[in-house]
C-alpha cells in the first residue's frame, strides 16, 4: 500500500499564505506525476498544480502567479506554497501521485481563507 499525507492547511486571512505538505511512503520517482486538486463544497474536484518526474510544471489558470508546486526527492515530499490567498481558494486540497498502473491519494487537508 502507497501512503500520501498532506498536511499544512488551515484558517487564513485573505492575502496570507500556506504551505501544504505531501509527503509519500515511497520514493516520489515511483510516479510519473504528482499533484495537487482541490474541492470546494458543491464543486467539482479540480488540479491545481502538478508536476512531473523531470521537473516540469503545470497550474490552474486561477492560481497563476500565486502558488508554486516543488518537491524534495531525498524526503519524498511534494510541497505547494500557496501566497496571496483569496476566499475562493477555500477548499480541500488534496495530493495526488500517477503511477504506471494507479492513481494514488491523500486524505485531503483543509484550507479556510476568511476575514
Known amino acids: 500500500q502507497v501512503q500520501l499525507v498532506e498536511s499544512g492547511g488551515g484558517l487564513v486571512q485573505p492575502g496570507e499564505s500556506l504551505r501544504l505538505s505531501c509527503a509519500a511512503s515511497?520514493?516520489?520517482?515511483?510516479?510519473?506525476?504528482m499533484g495537487w486538486y482541490r474541492q470546494a463544497p458543491e464543486k467539482q474536484r479540480e488540479l491545481v498544480a502538478a508536476?512531473?518526474?523531470?521537473?516540469?510544471?503545470n497550474y490552474a489558470d486561477s492560481v497563476k502567479g500565486r502558488f508554486t508546486i516543488s518537491r524534495d526527492n531525498a524526503k519524498n515530499t511534494v510541497y505547494l506554497q500557496m501566497n496571496s490567498l483569496k476566499p475562493e481558494d477555500t477548499a480541500v486540497y488534496y495530493c495526488?501521485?500517477?503511477?504506471?498502473?494507479?492513481?494514488?491519494w491523500g486524505q485531503g487537508t483543509q484550507v479556510t481563507v476568511s476575514s
Open positions: 508536476i512531473t518526474s523531470g521537473g516540469s510544471t
Open positions: 495526488n501521485g500517477q503511477s504506471q498502473f494507479y492513481d494514488y
Open positions: 515511497r520514493s516520489i520517482f515511483s510516479f510519473y506525476r
